[in-house]
């Protein structure tokens, strides 16, 4: 039992190391795609709401204007603002207090090496904490197992929430081009 607690799984064993290594570069990278798709939509979705809320003003202030003009516009906003919120939160950092208990370290429930975990604890506190970790090996094996653990659901976060931002974005686009269209038809009906 002793044995177990001083040795690592991951050290010495290449096909592990590669493993790990491959696994924490792909999800960084992936965590690099999610956020410039989230810069991506935030963008796009600024674009429209800056060519689309004059027109709706303009819209507003004529006097033969039809509520049912309207709606197109309110359509295609809200469908904005609401990509822009979920693009936005994508991008966000999860919350973390940056804090950590020296006993979860000592019995590997915990890793010093993500940012999140120490930013606020002192230097006095981390510097024992990660020599008692870097002096275990199991200690480190649990660490890279939690670190990647979390990293995998950080860039799961990141693109359920993208994947809402586009079905939010394509819905809206979709119904307000349809209620254009629409309305295009009623008021051409009203002037022949």
């Known amino acids: 039992n002793k044995k177990s607690n001083t040795t690592s799984l991951i050290s010495g064993n290449k096909a592990a190391e590669m493993l790990f290594k491959t696994s924490l570069r792909?999800?960084?990278?992936?965590?690099?795609?999610?956020?410039?798709?989230a810069n991506i939509m935030l963008s796009i979705n600024a674009l429209i709401l800056t060519f689309a809320l004059p027109l709706l003003y303009q819209q507003m202030g004529t006097s033969n204007s039809s509520w049912y003009f309207m709606v197109p516009f309110f359509v295609?906003?809200?469908?904005?603002?609401?990509?822009m919120i979920n693009a936005a939160l994508a991008t966000r950092r999860g919350k973390s207090l940056g804090k950590f208990n020296p006993a979860d370290i000592?019995?590997?429930?915990?890793?010093l090496?993500?940012?999140?975990?120490?930013?606020?604890?002192?230097l006095s506190t981390y510097s024992p904490a990660m020599k008692q970790s870097l002096?275990?090996?199991?200690?480190?094996?649990d660490s890279a197992i939690i670190d990647l653990y979390f990293l995998g659901k950080s860039v799961g976060?990141?693109?359920?929430?993208?994947?809402?931002?586009?079905?939010?974005?394509?819905?809206?686009?979709?119904?307000?081009?349809f209620l254009f269209v629409i309305n295009i038809g009623i008021g051409l009906r009203f002037y022949l």
């Open 26 to 37: 792909n999800h960084i990278n992936l965590t690099k795609i999610a956020d410039n798709k």
């Open 113 to 122: 090496f993500f940012f999140g975990n120490f930013f606020n604890t002192p």
């Open 157 to 177: 976060r990141k693109f359920m929430l993208l994947r809402r931002c586009y079905s939010f974005f394509l819905i809206g686009i979709t119904t307000s081009a």
């Open 106 to 111: 000592q019995a590997g429930k915990g890793s």
């Open 135 to 141: 002096a275990n090996p199991s200690n480190l094996d």
């Open 76 to 83: 295609l906003g809200g469908t904005c603002v609401l990509s």
